[in-house]
């Protein structure tokens, strides 16, 4: 068994968590709970930065006491892990006794280590940042780049750490690991950092006074950054060098956003080199979370509604949106139409309306789940791709592609989904098929089984949904194909993705693009000839590829083969559909409608769909060739 010690950030309590905070700790979550379902022994640390003058500020504008602010503080971050579902060990606060005890011995090593002197500092500050800003990243406004607010000016005497000591270690640990930061482009960004020198850094503030002193001198006060990298120790019981910190120490992953790399990739590392202690093996940074193309941040104001979503889709889906829809370690946009489309079309009509789909056939012409006693078409390859997509996922989380593991899973529902169509199971329940019937469902809940495992990192309380519609007691792990027992009773139970009520939804949903106005009432006096109806030429096609049209939420522009021809349509149904989920089928097209420009992409058709609170593609019964003329 091998050992996974992850750590978030711990966030300043100066305001509280937020959107941005969530998906640091959901991806997190994900990777522990990942590691956990392979047998690894796992602690996952997550907490909150206390001291600094960011966070006495904060308390004085509430007219708090620091201590009674960050009591009352703390506990926002506390209930918010546990309503996202989160799993960590321990939740660490830097004004703990532990927390204390342990950061004075840290700083006594470093002490010791010859590599702490006094000196005199002056520079420009960022309060929120809690940082000096060198010479080279001042604008001529002296503006933060982060917080677009005024820096201040300090000046005052210092302990430093000579951290332009170890420049070239740092070089060289970097070359010689290569996964040591990840992705590749914040490593990039590190290495130019360090090839342009590295300064020696203040460690202490005389100015501040909320925070642990110095052990060597009392009058100052460690500076909150220095602080607070060593919570990734403390937390473990370093201070008592106990069996824990023995176990878990160095950590596995720091996990991070972008901002804050240097502190943990540069400073943090040396620290750890100047009193011989083993480095953390990865630093792991994830892109912004942003709002309108802008980060989210307490200092500015700019929010997420989380909270409403979560309510009008559930936890799970919110979870599932964030992992599947951003590309780790690049900035992604969070928009409500996405997690609304996501919700139908991945949740809800591929996942949910499968496992609702084979419970029904199940319940309806079985005692309990039937055993596969009668192997036929697909079985086989339906065995092995359960196979290779526990592998796939495997590999993609060890690179933290969170997005391209969802769709690897969401490609095997989508696979079962199309087994039990070319398999018509539901046409087999006569005496001499029923064996093969019960065969295909048995494959299909074993499948969906498996993809219970699978999703549970991402999604724990689906993934339980599922085992107990099946008919599991506890939940079962096992990433083998054939461990599910037959004749276990099943039991449907409500849908595990329910109809979202799309009128609450429709009110936090930014202005669409103009649609077309639709008359309310379509009455059927408004009668055409049959021979104005035969004008229209309708074709059955197949989408061959498909994508979202940037600013348009609701458009995605499709690439259809009409057999003798291939055409580009746009059609408003990002909401129901994603992407992905549309290459492959079948549709009706109409393919002698003029031609129009939406959103600067020529629309060459239009493609048929059931158009009501949900939209629905029209299809055929059965597959037909492609260009065969609707009737
Ligand atoms: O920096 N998108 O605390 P902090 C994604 N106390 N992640 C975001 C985000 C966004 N828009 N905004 C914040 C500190 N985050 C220090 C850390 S660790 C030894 C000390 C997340 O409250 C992300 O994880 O400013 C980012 O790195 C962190 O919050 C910064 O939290």
Redesign the pocket.
């Known amino acids: 068994m091998s050992k996974f010690y992850i750590t978030?950030?711990?966030?300043?309590v100066n305001g509280e968590p937020?959107?941005?905070?969530a998906?640091?700790n959901i991806v997190s979550d994900v990777l522990a709970r990942y590691r956990r379902l392979k047998g690894d022994k796992v602690y996952f640390l997550t907490g909150v930065?206390e001291h600094g003058s960011n966070v006495h500020k904060a308390a004085e504008n509430a007219g708090l006491a620091p201590q009674e602010y960050c009591d009352k503080m703390a506990p926002t971050f506390t209930k918010l892990w546990e309503r996202l579902n989160i799993s960590n060990d321990i939740f660490l606060r830097t004004t703990s006794d532990m927390h204390k005890r342990g950061a004075l011995k840290f700083l006594t090593a470093l002490y010791n280590s010859g590599d702490v002197y006094k000196g005199p500092y002056e520079g420009y500050y960022c309060r929120p940042c809690e940082r000096f800003f060198p010479e080279k990243e001042l604008t001529d406004e002296k503006i933060c780049t982060i917080h677009k607010l005024p820096l201040e000016w300090l000046e005052e005497e210092n302990y430093f750490f000579k951290l332009s000591k170890y420049q070239d270690r740092l070089l060289a640990h970097i070359h010689e690991n290569p996964q040591f930061i990840h992705p590749e482009s914040r490593r990039n960004e590190l290495l130019s950092v360090l090839n342009s020198g590295l300064e020696d850094i203040s460690i202490s503030r005389a100015s501040v006074s909320w925070g642990i002193s110095l052990p060597f001198d009392p009058e100052h006060i460690v500076y909150v950054?220095i602080e607070?990298?060593m919570?990734?120790m403390t937390a473990l019981g370093y201070e008592t060098d106990s069996e824990q910190y023995q176990t878990f120490w160095p950590a596995d992953v720091h996990?991070?956003?972008k901002?804050?790399t240097r502190?943990?990739a540069l400073i943090w590392p040396a620290m750890l080199m100047a009193v011989n202690l083993p480095l953390p093996k990865q630093i792991v940074a994830?892109?912004?979370?942003?709002k309108d193309g802008e980060?989210?941040?307490?200092t500015r104001g700019i929010f997420i509604d989380m909270d409403t979503d979560i309510e009008t889709y559930g936890l799970d889906a919110f979870r599932y949106y964030l992992m599947r829809e951003f590309s780790f370690g690049n900035d992604g946009d969070y928009r409500p139409a996405r997690l609304h489309a996501r919700y139908n079309a991945d949740l809800a009509n591929d996942l949910g309306n499968l496992l609702n789909r084979v419970l029904g056939l199940v319940n309806k012409n079985f005692e309990g789940i039937p055993a596969p006693t009668t192997p036929g078409e697909f079985d086989d390859e339906i065995e092995a791709m359960a196979q290779t997509t526990i592998d796939q996922l495997d590999a993609h989380i060890q690179a933290f592609a969170f997005d391209a593991a969802l769709e690897t899973i969401w490609e095997f529902v989508r696979r079962i989904n199309r087994y039990v169509q070319q398999t018509e199971v539901w046409t087999l329940a006569k005496p001499e098929t029923i064996p093969r019937m019960g065969t295909i469902l048995y494959n299909s809940l074993e499948a969906l089984r498996i993809i219970s495992v699978l999703i549970s990192p991402f999604i724990p309380d689906t993934a339980e949904k599922i085992q107990k519609q099946i008919g599991l007691t506890e939940f079962d792990t096992a990433l083998e194909w054939g461990h599910l027992p037959a004749d276990l009773a099943v039991s449907r139970g409500e849908p595990i993705f329910p109809r979202v009520d799309i009128k609450k939804q429709k009110q936090q949903q930014p202005k669409a693009e103009a649609k077309p106005q639709q008359k309310k009432e379509q009455k059927t006096t408004n009668l055409v000839s049959f021979a104005d109806f035969q004008k229209l030429d309708l074709r059955v096609a197949r989408i061959l590829a498909a994508e979202p049209i940037e600013g348009a939420d609701r458009l995605l522009k499709m690439q259809v083969d009409l057999g003798t021809e291939k055409r580009q349509v746009v059609a408003g149904i990002a909401e129901h559909y994603t992407a992905e989920a549309l290459v492959g089928k079948q549709i009706i097209i109409v393919a002698n409608l003029e031609p129009a420009t939406i959103r600067n992409v020529e629309s060459q058709g239009m493609i048929l769909a059931g158009s009501g609170d949900s939209v629905v593609l029209a299809t055929l019964e059965e597959e037909m060739p492609l260009g065969t003329q609707v009737r």
């Open positions: 978030t950030p711990i966030y300043y937020h959107a941005g905070h998906y640091t930065d950054w607070a990298l919570n990734y996990m991070m956003a901002d804050i502190f943990h994830h892109g912004w979370l942003t980060a989210l941040s307490k």
